[in-house]
């Protein structure tokens, strides 16, 4: 560490510390009275017999520290310097930290051109935590296996739902955030359809400077990827398209064709939402009811024949009646 200093590297570049008061905090820990600077980590750890990572090295049979793990994976596939490596706030020092001593002490370069740090996850504004019960795992919130959320929400909605914070303010997600994230993914998806449609107006100057417009949204994402400016930006050019629609604004074929290329590269390319479409699993549901009150009617006036058909041709497509005391309900295979 002594000589990463000497050589001008300055250990604690990122986390803004100082070094001489990172020497003063230093906790008096277990293996302290062994280290030349109090501000060492371990880059090979001795395993201990019950340890279950174990390889042979110059050094013994140990495994790598904490820190050295990742320095050696991102060193192996992405090389000595990469753009954007990310992370939790609380793993900026020393964890990361330790990383840009290593990969200069190493490479005699710096690993990463740009740090993005994320804030903290809360739900229902109280803090995730096991011990309280207040957490739920990613695929909960898509599958709506849980007790807090009334339904299930697409991937794409709740990515949605998390681009209207910026990535290092405290993000929190409760049941109204969700359905108020999925109202205004809708209404977006909505517009995306409704600009397909519009005709343009050659013979009348555009009503929308898409030129300031394209500006704008673009400096939301050079400003540190200010997400939630540039979904208000969008939601400008919803308004535009919806008045395009009512025949309230115009639009030239030109400047049609630049819009149309501009909010798929900012909401497809860059956001990375997809286009879902609405209530598709309540639609297929109301269908198949349907279909089951045709087959009831159909088993009533003992038309067994016509019955049959509507049971086996479901069955065809991968879907099972099954009749039972409470009526028929049915399976997706």
Request: include cysteine; hydrophobic fraction near 35%; proline fraction near 3%.
């Amino acid at each position: 560490m002594l000589e990463y200093n000497r050589r001008g590297l300055n250990y604690g570049e990122l986390s803004k510390r100082n070094i001489e008061e990172l020497f003063a905090n230093t906790r008096d820990l277990d293996g302290q009275g062994e280290k030349k600077n109090p501000q060492d980590f371990a880059l090979w750890k001795k395993a201990s017999p019950a340890h279950i990572m174990r390889w042979n090295s110059p050094w013994g049979e140990g495994f790598p520290g904490w820190h050295l793990e990742c320095t050696a994976m991102s060193t192996k596939y992405l090389g000595e310097t990469f753009d954007i490596h990310g992370g939790g706030m609380d793993l900026k020092f020393p964890h990361h930290e330790c990383e840009i001593a290593q990969g200069k002490a190493c490479n005699d370069v710096s690993p990463v051109n740009y740090w993005m740090h994320a804030n903290m996850l809360t739900m229902n504004a109280q803090r995730m935590s096991k011990s309280t019960g207040n957490y739920i795992l990613p695929m909960q919130l898509m599958t709506g296996e849980n007790d807090f959320f009334e339904k299930p929400f697409h991937p794409s909605i709740v990515r949605f739902c998390f681009l209207q914070a910026h990535y290092r303010s405290v993000l929190d997600i409760s049941n109204d955030a969700m359905l108020a994230s999925e109202k205004g993914f809708i209404r977006l998806m909505e517009a995306i359809k409704v600009l397909n449609s519009i005709t343009p107006n050659d013979e009348k100057q555009s009503g929308f400077n898409l030129e300031e417009w394209k500006t704008k949204a673009y400096d939301a994402l050079t400003d540190d990827f200010n997400s939630p400016v540039l979904i208000a930006h969008l939601f400008e050019a919803v308004k535009y398209i919806f008045a395009l629609n009512d025949d309230k604004e115009t639009i030239s074929t030109k400047d049609l064709e630049d819009l149309k290329s501009t909010l798929h590269a900012l909401i497809f390319d860059v956001l990375g939402l997809q286009m879902v479409e609405e209530n598709n699993n309540e639609k297929l549901d109301q269908t198949l009811q349907v279909l089951i009150e045709l087959r009831n009617q159909a088993r009533k006036s003992k038309n067994f024949d016509l019955s049959d058909q509507i049971r086996d041709k479901l069955l065809a497509e991968g879907i099972e009646l099954k009749d039972g005391r409470d009526g028929t309900t049915y399976v997706l295979n």
